[in-house]
């Protein structure tokens, strides 16, 4: 049970949404922009960064919406994503994606941790300096996000498969409109 | 200089960010507009003080000093609050429940893991309602993000309190949604 009574049964970041539909606007808008809106870095890679960072922060709900999301992107499956989650540098990922998870890791503890060194190797490795933005801002939003749906000890169905069956339509439908649906 | 080319680089902290990526300024703008000016049981001047008071525990100096700049502006305190702030309100008269609630949005800047039944229990003894205590961990996670976009790109920052004063006045009075 949540900390605070919302009045509605949904899990995550969505009971807090209906009980707050202000704050909601904002918050789905900025999600939209930085995962789904055109971007040199695709939605799988953007997604995956979510997911790293909320595994980071130990956010259950947030880690598995996003991990599904990413794995429905990136065609891989869970087992796949944990194997990322836990280490991405052994990943077959491209060498400017981990660069940029190093990035996001960093984020994560905060701001000032994200060194020079780890721009320059990312530069080193194409990334522009869009990217380098976005990356750290949404490395910083999920530290956000995160710290909302824990604070407020909002539940989050146990089952993983749960947020693998609904990350296809929840891609194509968008964050404002997965809400209630 | 921050650690990509701003389009603008006299703008300080995150106003060269936003000014850097318009696409993501919009929502971020109105989330801090109707986190610290919407209408609310907690005045402006209370949230400016969470805001703040997460920023200084971030190490954000940026952010801390122009959101303690805009509590002064709201509660006409003078700058000796940015100071006070940083030393967790010994000379500021703020109410009980204000000082149970920036309990819980420091447990939120560890982790929002750290927030037990205890810590809100106790603000609920100090009449917080169910808004303001979601407001509150709403803002202090809020401002986690905004501390590390700020830092995270390596933006600069006047150094003195007084260099915030204007930039306080006009968080506080005009907002952040006209930007």
């Not at chain 1, 052994?90 to 994560?108: E, F, N, R, T």
């Not at chain 2, 920023?55 to 000796?80: D, M, P, R, V």
């Not at chain 2, 940015?82 to 609630?101: E, Q, W, Y």
């Amino acid at each position: 049970m949540a900390h605070i009574e919302l009045n509605n049964e949904l899990p995550g970041i969505r009971g807090l949404m209906a009980y707050r539909p202000e704050t909601e606007g904002p918050l789905n808008a900025l999600a939209e922009v930085l995962l789904r809106g055109e971007n040199s870095l695709s939605r799988g890679e953007r997604e995956l960064m979510a997911t790293y960072v909320s595994y980071l922060n130990d956010c259950f709900f947030c880690q598995n919406v996003h991990g599904a999301l990413a794995g429905h992107y990136l065609d891989c499956n869970i087992r796949h994503i944990d194997q990322i989650k836990e280490n991405f540098q052994q990943a077959d990922l491209s060498p400017k994606m981990k660069a940029l998870l190093a990035i996001a890791a960093s984020v994560q503890k905060g701001g000032k941790y994200v060194t020079a060194e780890q721009i320059d190797h990312a530069r080193s490795e194409g990334v522009t300096d869009t990217e380098l933005h976005d990356t750290v801002l949404i490395a910083a939003a999920f530290c956000m996000f995160n710290r909302y749906v824990d604070g407020l000890g909002t539940w989050a169905p146990q089952d993983r498969q749960f947020y693998v069956d609904r990350a296809p339509q929840r891609a194509l439908d968008g964050y404002r409109s997965s809400v209630y649906k | 200089m921050a650690h990509i080319k701003l389009n603008n680089e006299e703008l300080p902290g995150i106003v060269g960010l936003l000014n850097y990526r318009p696409e993501t300024a919009r929502p971020l703008l109105d989330l801090a507009e109707t986190l610290l000016r919407g209408p609310s049981s907690l005045s402006s001047g209370e949230r400016e003080i969470i805001a703040a008071s997460v920023s200084y525990w971030n190490q954000c100096h940026f952010c801390h000093t122009s959101h303690a700049a805009a509590a002064a502006a709201h509660l006409k305190s003078g700058l000796n609050l940015i100071d006070d702030i940083k030393a967790g309100l010994p000379n500021t008269p703020v109410s009980d429940k204000l000082r149970a609630l920036l309990h819980i949005a420091h447990q939120v800047q560890g982790n929002g893991k750290n927030v037990t039944d205890e810590d809100i229990a106790a603000a609920r003894k100090e009449g917080a309602t169910d808004t303001e205590i979601h407001d509150t961990v709403l803002i202090a996670a809020a401002f986690c993000m905004f501390n590390r976009y700020v830092d995270g790109l390596g933006t600069w920052a006047p150094g003195p309190n007084e260099a915030y004063a204007e930039m306080g006045e006009r968080m506080a009075h005009v907002g952040y949604g006209k930007y």
